[in-house]
């Protein structure tokens, strides 16, 4: 078993939808919780961080986290094309300080 | 506030030469981390730091793969002899001392192994 999992997608949702990105991990002692935006050819972006359970919204981005699921989401809501990047989910764990990512799921906005 | 600078972007290099990367972390930053990322994955750590202290290398090929950061600011990362599956990104973050602080990257390495 990984220990941060994503569908890798592509998922693809039409322009102005909500768009819905999931992330489940296996270290039930994680603490924090972090989601990148990465486009291609570039580094990978922070876009939210979110700590206890529950939600936590930034605009048009809201991330949602149930430890006792062990899943951490990403909504980003009003889709835009500029949304199109691979999102990362990052994981720190709960011992020492290692942060691990997932592999990404690849997300298309489609006009 | 400028970010995380690295150095070079891109680097083409063959089999069993060696190679080195070159970055500085934002300013005030105590945590620096070395990433390789493969096409098509995630990011993986290779080597933490905080301050001039190595927290985490576990994941660094220590037969080949070297790092330093003597002053507690910028780092180098080493390659020695490299091989074919060292092609990737090569990705410097840095972050505030406490370990719950989001890291911020810089623009990578392309390293291309022929």
């Known amino acids: 078993q990984k220990e941060v999992e994503q569908n890798s997608g592509p998922l693809s949702v039409p322009e102005g939808a909500i768009a819905s990105l999931n992330c489940t991990y296996s270290d039930r002692g994680s603490q924090s919780f972090f989601w990148y935006r990465q486009y291609s050819g570039k580094s990978p972006e922070l876009i939210m961080f979110?700590?206890?359970?529950g939600d936590k919204e930034d605009g048009r981005f809201t991330a949602q986290l149930n430890k006792a699921s062990q899943y951490v989401s990403l909504l980003i809501r009003d889709s835009q094309p500029s949304d199109s990047a691979t999102y990362l989910c990052?994981?720190?764990?709960?011992?020492?300080?290692?942060?691990?990512f997932g592999s990404g799921t690849r997300l298309s906005i489609r006009p | 506030e400028a970010g995380v600078a690295q150095s070079p972007r891109y680097k083409i290099i063959e089999k069993r030469q060696s190679v080195a990367f070159w970055c500085n972390p934002i300013?005030?930053?105590?945590?620096l981390y070395w990433y390789q990322q493969i096409l098509g994955q995630g990011p993986k750590l290779l080597i933490q730091?905080?301050?001039?202290?190595?927290?985490?290398d576990s994941q660094l090929p220590k037969d080949r793969f070297s790092a330093e950061r003597l002053k507690g600011v910028d780092s180098t990362l080493k390659i020695q002899p490299a091989k074919l599956e060292d092609s990737a990104v090569y990705l410097c973050?840095?972050?505030?001392?406490?370990?719950?602080?989001?890291?911020?990257f810089g623009d990578g390495t392309r390293l291309s192994i022929l």
């Open positions: 973050a840095s972050s505030l001392g406490h370990p719950d602080q989001p890291q911020h």
């Open positions: 730091f905080q301050n001039n202290g190595v927290v985490d």
């Open positions: 979110i700590y206890s359970n």
């Open positions: 300013s005030g930053h105590a945590t």
């Open positions: 990052a994981v720190k764990g709960s011992s020492a300080s290692k942060i691990i």
